[in-house]
């Protein structure tokens, strides 16, 4: 079935450290993953995407990584920042019509 | 501001009731999809609409029913109302009805049943 793994469920980093959040999926006909940023309260909003046909993209701190073998899909961000403390989800473009979304990644960013 | 409207903002209702939840997409976006994302909970996948047409159904309760109209906009009707039901209800849309495109979430409806 179509299904996408989320780990880990929260991460507490230092301000300047890096994060890296996982996500294993199931469908091998995805070809597009996004991930989303929500804030509490507020709506999601995309912060990085990639295709599968690239490996990597980056944009500043944020970078996404794909391996099409292994099924997964990371999320890094590197000298993280009080204003990056928020929810993060994962989710794949599931070769269907819709996406399926991880479950969440809470990140605190502790100053 | 994501060009993607949803009213109203809040909803207080009591259970057994029945509500309407409204989505007006961006600009030249045909799709509209609907969301649940309950207490500290992921995004789960209702519904989508593309150009008026049912396109994809995840995880919807015989109980909600959604349609696009014609100008595209589209509502979410939620019927026989649970304390369950309590959650924040997002919409989004897309330029085409494609997975591989970027979703934009309107702010959502918080619906409250008492």
């Known amino acids: 079935g179509e299904n996408v793994e989320q780990h880990p469920s929260t991460l507490s980093v230092q301000e300047g450290d890096s994060a890296v959040i996982k996500c294993t999926y199931s469908?091998?006909?995805?070809?597009?993953f996004p991930w989303y940023k929500q804030e509490l309260g507020k709506r999601p909003q995309l912060i990085i995407d990639i295709r599968s046909n690239v490996g990597e993209k980056k944009d500043q701190r944020i970078a996404v990584t794909l391996n099409k073998t292994a099924k997964h899909f990371s999320l890094h961000i590197t000298e993280t920042q009080p204003e990056d403390s928020a929810v993060y989800f994962c989710?794949?473009?599931?070769?269907?019509?819709?996406?399926?979304f991880g479950t969440g990644t809470r990140l605190k960013v502790l100053a | 501001d994501s060009g993607v409207t949803q009213t109203p903002k809040h909803l207080i209702t009591a259970t057994g009731q029945r509500v309407t939840l409204r989505c007006s997409p961006r600009s030249g976006d045909l799709s509209v999809y609907w969301y649940q994302q309950s207490l500290d909970q992921g995004l789960q996948f209702l519904i989508q609409?593309?150009?008026?047409?049912?396109?994809a159904k995840g995880n919807i309760l015989e109980r909600f029913s959604a349609q696009q109209f014609p100008d595209l906009h589209s509502e979410l009707n939620l019927s026989s109302l649970e304390l369950g039901d309590s959650a924040l209800y997002f919409c989004a849309s897309s330029e085409t009805s494609g997975s591989y495109n970027e979703q934009f979430f309107g702010p959502g409806t918080r619906l409250t049943v008492l």
């Open positions: 609409y593309y150009n008026g047409e049912e396109r």
């Open positions: 469908d091998s006909a995805s070809n597009y």
């Open positions: 989710a794949q473009g599931s070769g269907t019509y819709k996406y399926i």
